[in-house]
């Protein structure tokens, strides 16, 4: 059974970082691609990155390119998601996410993703 359990957000100040964690289990965390999403209030779950099963491949949602990046480390079976420059915008239950089927790169739509963890809140305000 796939298990995602993400941790590391909070309340921040725009301008401040914070870096969530995603630890996941039940299968071969190395052989999957792994992806973040964002939801806030009154909006639909949206794409915020992906990296490919082995980390050498990421993709950013245009809003987030230059602020966040996403990195894994095979080795913990964790995905991780740093964010600097935050902006009050960037508020959301961030979700970690991976597809059902091994070895595929190329997908950002909520619907391609099989597993999904139960979010971690971030709050950027003054």
């Known amino acids: 059974q796939v298990q995602l359990v993400e941790s590391g957000g909070g309340l921040v100040q725009p301008g401040g970082s914070l870096r969530l964690s995603c630890a996941a289990s039940?299968?071969?965390?190395?052989?999957?691609?792994m992806g973040w999403f964002r939801q806030a209030p009154g909006k639909e779950r949206e794409f915020v990155a992906r990296?490919?099963?082995?980390?050498?491949?990421?993709y950013y949602a245009d809003s987030v390119k230059g602020r966040f990046t996403i990195s894994r480390d095979n080795a913990k079976n964790t995905v991780y998601l740093q964010m600097n420059s935050l902006k009050p915008e960037d508020t959301a239950i961030y979700y970690c996410?991976?597809?059902?089927?091994?070895?595929?790169?190329?997908?950002?739509?909520?619907?391609?993703?099989?597993?999904w963890g139960q979010g971690t809140q971030v709050t950027v305000s003054s």
């Open positions: 996410a991976t597809p059902g089927s091994s070895h595929i790169s190329q997908i950002k739509r909520a619907s391609e993703y099989a597993y």
């Open positions: 039940g299968r071969t965390f190395s052989s999957y691609t």
């Open positions: 990296i490919s099963w082995s980390g050498i491949t990421t």
